[in-house]
């Protein structure tokens, strides 16, 4: 429908829209995070839910304890390498459409415990992430806006066509391989279906002098 | 509440090994688990609602803080401690610096130590309604404890952060005293914010400590006596609550602990409801710590000029330092062998001592119980599993 | 209380024990007591109970690695050169086995002193990795000991239950020791420095950049 028309309509009483920005609108306004917290970040995570910053504002109060009604995982800590098989585990119990908010260094890349040995460097190895909050740990207000901008981008999709939600679309996977453990280290160490290393140039980086108090 | 609401809880009954008829039911209650605040894991087999064996499971967050400091020098450690007891950032930079401070003999200027007194005891406070709030929330009480709670916690986050530019990773101690100066008008925040606080402490004792539930859910509930407390090695409000006396403020005067009156609250019957009790009347003691730190800190630098704190290496050596935090005993033992970087960095995690006596204390008692009991003990996994 | 008296009461009272103070340097002035394997459990049991002793809780245990070092010395030979015996100086290598060690901090609750710290030795790092569990002295040790184990591979004889404790099951390294190799997986580092850049370089140069 025009744009202008439905402005128009809209002024004289008249409420339009379309079914997929009603079947957006809705998923939009109830994400329903999964009760789970992994390390620091969860903390904060817990305190954005609580009186001060309220993230019921934005329809994502309901923390539900079981993977099966939830639409959200908020990846909230380090992963190690002993949790990284559950944390798949929950994302694959989690019922379709869903989404995964990789919140804190941590959760993205390994942060400050990169170097360590159990420590998985990026949940986004093994599983599909929507949305980065950077941070150590991050403000409630960014988890908030982490939130606004997953709502962004629901209410922009497309039901149809190349770009549409992944469980609209019957080739795409729901599920992901859950890695094992092996004698040193996981098994595999990364789900190549889901991420590959990005070639970068490495000479390039480590500019910038460490060592700032 | 109970153990079916484990998303990662399989189920195999299996026929019971001790010859009786009924079936032994083994739970795996976490490591997603909302009750276990963090990634910790309970083999629980149960005869009916009776728990007849517990096996903590640890590690899902063990992060390799140890091997890592191996590698950082002293001052890069740092804020890794802040990570430890992720709700506690501020003692656990005590208790490091201390532990380097006796390793390389580095004495704190007055107004540091003031400055840690302080912000140490309003980090006991936040620490202990945040952990009687998780308490009630396990408990059932969804929602407005744990919202006072934080409510609460939040205005001492709020002084953390004009203090230390962070709201929970403080990274605020140096060995030698203390990174930022109170800015202007702090104290004064500070005072009135502690000033206010018993009076929320009259308001969570009046909604809980006479409440008929919590009292029923409570009392006579996850009893740990005393000789197995001194046994297994548990420290600080847990121990307490079983009625040892032996709190490291008093035992071993650091810091300026001596200068300061203040009781130590000890509990009689050590089961859950004494270990709440206790936490509320160390909050009313820590109070008047702050009170009287307030009242008398004095003016000075806040660093030892001597100290360096890059290029720092001190003498080939070991030393143990050790603090009351809000947990119980925390430790850092390092070794030096004249490097840059200590050649051995241990943290000793009272989370971790705490729990071992999670299986004593569950024994007998009901599924349901196994969750008011563990938050009780007040671990954070960052800690337990390093 | 002093070292010094509670080695020679220690001596007194467990006969056959072999102990040595390990002095440390540094201002902490924190020396310790290093005890053999064969009479460990009694002269721990001996702390915890002689009455003025007292010391009931033992607070901190843990694991160090000290690797062999190559040791050089110059050492004279006899040998005979051009058909006459002369004295020259050669210099020696021998690699020294190393060892582990386990650290207990013992404190009293009911004295209130403390620490004295106790260290166990074991022969060398590669088999003759025993030691004498003190978890039945001390509860505490229990999950601390096993911690060692996980990580260091001390094998504590007499733990009631000694498995892995922080990584999983089937892991065969100990992670904690000076010569563990961690496994790679540096393939991406979107903002790498110092020590991680290090990794990324050997990573990318061994695998041709992928
Ligand atoms: S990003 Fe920082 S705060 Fe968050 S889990 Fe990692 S270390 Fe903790």
Redesign the pocket.
């Known amino acids: 429908m025009d744009e202008k028309l439905k402005v128009e309509l809209g002024k004289q009483g008249i409420f339009t829209t379309t079914l997929q920005e009603l079947y957006n609108w809705g998923r939009r306004n109830s994400l329903w995070p999964l009760n789970f917290g992994l390390?620091?970040?969860a903390i904060e995570m817990i305190a954005t839910t609580m009186a001060r910053y309220d993230l019921a504002r934005f329809g994502a109060e309901v923390f539900r304890p079981s993977p099966r009604q939830a639409d959200l995982m908020i990846v909230a800590?380090?992963i190690t390498k002993k949790m990284a098989p559950q944390v798949v585990r929950l994302y694959n119990q989690m019922a379709e459409p869903k989404y995964v908010i990789s919140m804190?260094?941590?959760a993205i890349s390994g942060?400050?415990?990169k170097q360590g040995y159990n420590v998985l460097k990026g949940i986004d190895r093994y599983i599909p992430v929507d949305v980065h909050i950077p941070g150590?740990?991050p403000r409630p207000e960014a988890l908030i806006d982490a939130f606004i901008t997953l709502q962004k981008q629901i209410d922009e999709q497309q039901l149809t066509g190349v770009g549409r939600p992944r469980h609209l679309d019957p080739d795409a996977p729901s599920e992901f391989i859950v890695p094992q453990f092996g004698p040193h280290d996981l098994e595999p160490p990364q789900n190549p279906d889901v991420w590959r290393p990005p070639l970068v140039n490495i000479s390039l980086a480590g500019k910038n002098e460490s060592g700032n108090d | 509440m109970s153990a079916t609401t484990a998303a990662t809880a399989h189920f195999t009954p299996k026929p019971s090994t001790d010859g009786g008829e009924g079936q032994l039911l083994e739970v795996s209650m976490g490591p997603q688990h909302p009750s276990t605040h963090g990634v910790f894991r309970m083999d629980v087999a149960l005869d009916g609602e009776r728990v007849v064996k517990l096996k903590p499971v640890f590690g899902y967050l063990h992060r390799n803080h140890e091997k890592i400091a191996e590698t950082e020098t002293y001052l890069g450690s740092m804020p890794y401690t802040d990570?430890l007891d992720?709700l506690c950032s501020i003692t656990n930079n005590w208790a490091y610096a201390l532990a380097v401070e006796k390793l390389a003999g580095i004495q704190v200027p007055e107004r540091a130590e003031y400055l840690r007194v302080i912000t140490g005891e309003l980090t006991r406070l936040q620490n202990h309604t945040s952990v009687i709030g998780f308490l009630l929330q396990d408990m059932g009480a969804s929602g407005t404890p744990l919202m006072y709670a934080f409510r609460e916690r939040e205005k001492v986050l709020d002084l953390f952060e004009s203090l230390t530019g962070s709201r929970m990773?403080c990274n605020y101690m140096r060995f030698g005293g203390c990174r930022a100066d109170m800015p202007a008008g702090w104290l004064q925040q500070a005072q009135k914010v502690v000033e206010a606080f018993p009076r929320f402490l009259d308001e969570f004792e009046r909604l809980l400590s006479g409440n008929e539930i919590l009292m029923a859910r409570t009392q006579g509930v996850g009893v740990l006596s005393k000789e197995l407390a001194v046994d297994a090695g548990i420290t600080g409000p847990m121990l307490r609550g079983s009625g040892v006396n032996y709190d490291i403020r008093k035992v071993d005067k650091y810091g300026i602990y001596e200068r300061f009156s203040f009781k130590v609250p000890l509990g009689e019957h050590g089961d859950v409801y004494d270990r709440y009790m206790v936490r509320l009347l160390e909050m009313r003691e820590s109070v008047k710590i702050l009170q009287q730190a307030m009242r008398d800190v004095p003016p000075g630098p806040i660093m030892d000029a001597k100290t360096k704190l890059r290029g720092f290496r001190p003498k080939a050596g070991e030393a143990y330092g050790r603090i009351e935090s809000p947990k119980g005993e925390l430790g850092f033992y390092l070794i030096s062998d004249g490097s840059p970087n200590p050649y051995r960095y241990r943290v000793r995690p009272p989370s971790l001592v705490n729990l071992t006596v999670l299986e004593d204390m569950c024994l007998g008692q009901n599924v349901a119980d196994i969750v008011v009991i563990l938050g009780s003990i007040d671990f954070i996994l960052g800690e337990v599993d390093r | 209380m002093n070292l010094e008296t509670i080695k020679s009461e220690i001596e007194a009272n467990v006969p056959g024990c072999r102990l040595e103070i390990v002095p440390n340097n540094s201002p902490s002035g924190q020396h310790s007591l290093l005890i053999d394997s064969e009479t460990a459990l009694t002269v721990a049991r001996f702390l915890r109970d002689a009455a003025h002793l007292r010391f009931d809780y033992c607070s901190n245990v843990t694991g160090i690695d000290w690797p062999g070092k190559e040791i050089s010395e110059k050492v004279k030979i006899k040998k005979i050169l051009d058909g006459v015996e002369q004295e020259v100086e050669e210099i020696q290598k021998t690699q020294s086995a190393g060892h582990l060690e386990a650290v207990y901090h013992l404190y009293s609750m009911e004295k209130k002193h403390g620490p004295v710290i106790l260290r166990m030795r074991t022969e060398d790092r590669a088999d003759r990795i025993h030691l004498p569990s003190l978890t039945p002295i001390w509860r505490s040790a229990e999950f601390q000991e096993r911690e060692i184990f996980d990580l260091y591979g001390i094998v504590f004889d007499g733990h009631p239950d000694l498995r892995r404790i922080l990584m999983w099951d089937g892991f065969e390294d100990h992670p904690m020791r000076r010569d563990y190799v961690e496994p790679d997986d540096y393939e991406y580092e979107p903002t790498p420095h110092d020590a991680v850049l290090q990794k990324a370089k050997q990573h990318l140069s061994e695998t041709g950049g992928r």
């Open positions: 390390a620091c970040c800590g380090t804190g260094a941590c942060g400050p415990f150590c740990p | 990570r992720y990773m």
